[in-house]
């Protein structure tokens, strides 16, 4: 990317990008001699080596060499490669940009102080309802207490779907090891080493997964399912009023779990091997 001191030499100095000799652009002068490959391409008429400089670059491609020359001056790589930004670099770049200053106008309850710190204590509670150990431990109880078959398979299901979240948000943060919102305070309860890292939100996959799986399998009147999905959305967006996680690690989150969810159904444990499964354990 051209850094600002770049960019206001080349306006002072009437610059244009142009492609360099291995298809990137280059800031070359217009007032000044052009660099020896654009005067070696068209001979040494500068207007044409100007205009070549509006070509695609898809058509310049292939012409390349490892070094770049301006105004006679060898490039090394690395210095066009900073005056060269692709696509989605910048748009990257911008997604980032914006996700670390919308996280941080949200964190409205990241600490007692913040501007609605006054409803950090509610917040925690949402965050204990989407926590990994009373989801296990509930799905757990509620295995232990059924007394249909059918009962069983789903909370069987349902605890392998909560073991499979652990590992998989486990293993993500820990490859991509993003670091969580400066403003966040480190005071959850039962983490893991991996919950110091920031993407994605384990509440949000969990939250989404467990709701699609509650949808599925639970017969449920029309209010309780309207109030599961706004407590699984509502666990997502507390994630961000507490300071916990950026607005990209919970949009992520709640689309990793939706697809969770996916997984479950194609791992289903089926009553045949629960029976065998129950077989072995007595
Ligand atoms: C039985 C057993 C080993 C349970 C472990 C449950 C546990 C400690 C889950 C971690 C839940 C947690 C704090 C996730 C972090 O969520 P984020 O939304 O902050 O990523």
Same mark, same amino acid.
């Given at each position: ?5 770049? /960019? ?11 492609? !360099? ?10 007032? /000044? ?72 106008? %949200? ?7 913040? #501007? ?45 779907? %909560? ?5 998989? @948000? ?79 690690? @919970? ?18 444990? #089926?009553? @045949? ?5 129950? !077989?072995?354990?007595?």
């Amino acid at each position: 990317m051209p850094s600002p001191k770049a /960019r206001s030499s080349a306006a002072r100095s009437g610059s244009v990008p142009c492609a !360099g000799g291995n298809g990137r652009y280059e800031f070359v002068s217009l007032s /000044r001699t052009p660099p020896p490959h654009l005067l070696q391409r068209q001979g040494s008429d500068p207007t044409a080596a100007r205009l070549r400089a509006s070509e695609s670059p898809s058509r310049r491609r292939g012409s390349g060499s490892s070094t770049s020359s301006t105004g006679g001056q060898q490039l090394p790589e690395e210095d066009c490669m900073k005056l060269n930004p692709s696509f989605i670099g910048i748009a990257l770049s911008s997604l980032l940009a914006i996700d670390l200053w919308l996280s941080k106008r %949200l964190g409205v309850c990241a600490c007692e102080d913040a #501007s609605w710190g006054s409803v950090r204590p509610l917040m925690k509670l949402v965050e204990i309802s989407g926590h990994g150990i009373p989801w296990l431990a509930g799905a757990a109880y509620c295995l232990y207490k059924s007394d249909s078959a059918a009962g069983q398979e789903v909370m069987l299901n349902l605890l392998m779907a %909560l073991v499979l979240d652990l590992v998989l @948000v486990g293993v993500m943060k820990a490859v991509v090891r993003r670091r969580r919102p400066a403003h966040n305070r480190m005071d959850m309860f039962a983490t893991f080493s991996v919950d110091g890292y920031s993407f994605p939100s384990g509440h949000a996959t969990r939250a989404a997964m467990c709701a699609r799986f509650l949808l599925a399998h639970l017969v449920l009147a029309a209010p309780l399912r309207v109030l599961v999905l706004l407590w699984a959305t509502f666990v997502g967006f507390s994630r961000v009023l507490l300071g916990r996680h950026h607005v990209t690690d @919970v949009t992520f989150g709640f689309l990793m779990g939706y697809w969770q969810y996916n997984l479950v159904e194609m791992l289903w444990l #089926s009553p @045949v091997m629960l029976q065998s499964t129950i !077989g072995q354990l007595q």
